[in-house]
């Protein structure tokens, strides 16, 4: 078994996540943009659509954990692997079908917490991009909201909009993509999700004047999502990076 000692503390991989909350907005944005902002990963976007990637936001409460109870937010974007090859031409299911052929990956651009192990944890486990923010989750009334700050200055102020209740079997866990210091990494991990509900659209977005605010708004953010999703129990488990 695998294990890693962070600030005095063994950690034993797989890392097990028993109980958290979970609400994600996926957005439909220019695949060049997209492109441009995840240059540095050496990776290149799925296109779902003629020029256009799939953005996804996200945060989490983490109630209990192998790392301990936390906030996150996190930006990611759709990815073909390395090994998927060039990438198809240009049509209308040309996307779709990339995704059944070449398979997909989630790449973590940014992903902010609110406590310090976590963050060490999560740099040296995985290479995931952590770093230290203020994230006020406020997830007891019907509308779910994340208030993103950082140094001080806002992010976004999102809110999403439960939808319809979903079967929440048989939904993928992608394998998670990371840059960090250099160096890629890819980490398998399954969820076990429950109380999922969805719908589209459902998201409301107001950026602050951060820089990643405005690598936002580059791509063309706010915008009508896609599609919303809120999980109210969730569990998943990572297995070491790749």
């Given at each position: 078994m695998a294990s890693h000692l962070i600030q005095g503390r063994r950690i034993d991989l797989p890392v097990e996540i028993r109980?958290?909350?979970a609400c994600t907005a996926m957005y439909l944005v220019r695949a060049d943009a997209a492109r441009a902002v995840i240059a540095y990963s050496g990776l290149d976007v799925t296109e779902v659509l003629p020029g256009k990637a799939l953005c996804t936001l996200?945060?989490?409460?983490?109630r209990e954990s192998d790392l301990d109870s936390y906030h996150e937010f996190g930006v990611s974007f759709l990815v073909r692997p390395p090994e998927a090859g060039p990438p198809p031409r240009r049509s209308l299911g040309a996307g779709l079908n990339?995704?059944?052929?070449?398979?997909?990956?989630?790449?973590?651009?940014?992903?902010?917490?609110d406590q310090a192990f976590t963050m060490e944890a999560g740099r040296e486990i995985w290479g995931f991009p952590k770093e230290l923010a203020d994230i006020d989750l406020r997830l007891s009334s019907p509308y779910k909201r994340c208030v993103l700050?950082?140094?001080?200055?806002?992010?976004?102020?999102i809110l999403i909009r439960p939808g319809m209740p979903v079967p929440a079997r048989g939904l993928p866990a992608l394998d998670a993509y990371t840059h960090l210091d250099g160096v890629t990494r890819r980490t398998a991990w399954t969820m076990r999700p429950g109380g999922v509900r969805a719908r589209p659209g459902g998201a409301l977005i107001?950026?602050?004047?951060?820089?990643?605010?405005?690598e936002l708004s580059e791509l063309g953010l706010p915008k009508h999502a896609l599609m919303t999703s809120t999980i109210r129990h969730l569990r998943m488990s990572f297995g070491p990076a790749l």
């Amino acid at each position: 078994m695998a294990s890693h000692l962070i600030q005095g503390r063994r950690i034993d991989l797989p890392v097990e996540i028993r109980d958290a909350t979970a609400c994600t907005a996926m957005y439909l944005v220019r695949a060049d943009a997209a492109r441009a902002v995840i240059a540095y990963s050496g990776l290149d976007v799925t296109e779902v659509l003629p020029g256009k990637a799939l953005c996804t936001l996200m945060f989490v409460e983490y109630r209990e954990s192998d790392l301990d109870s936390y906030h996150e937010f996190g930006v990611s974007f759709l990815v073909r692997p390395p090994e998927a090859g060039p990438p198809p031409r240009r049509s209308l299911g040309a996307g779709l079908n990339d995704l059944r052929t070449a398979g997909s990956g989630l790449f973590v651009h940014w992903l902010p917490v609110d406590q310090a192990f976590t963050m060490e944890a999560g740099r040296e486990i995985w290479g995931f991009p952590k770093e230290l923010a203020d994230i006020d989750l406020r997830l007891s009334s019907p509308y779910k909201r994340c208030v993103l700050r950082r140094e001080g200055r806002l992010v976004l102020d999102i809110l999403i909009r439960p939808g319809m209740p979903v079967p929440a079997r048989g939904l993928p866990a992608l394998d998670a993509y990371t840059h960090l210091d250099g160096v890629t990494r890819r980490t398998a991990w399954t969820m076990r999700p429950g109380g999922v509900r969805a719908r589209p659209g459902g998201a409301l977005i107001r950026l602050g004047n951060h820089p990643i605010a405005k690598e936002l708004s580059e791509l063309g953010l706010p915008k009508h999502a896609l599609m919303t999703s809120t999980i109210r129990h969730l569990r998943m488990s990572f297995g070491p990076a790749l």
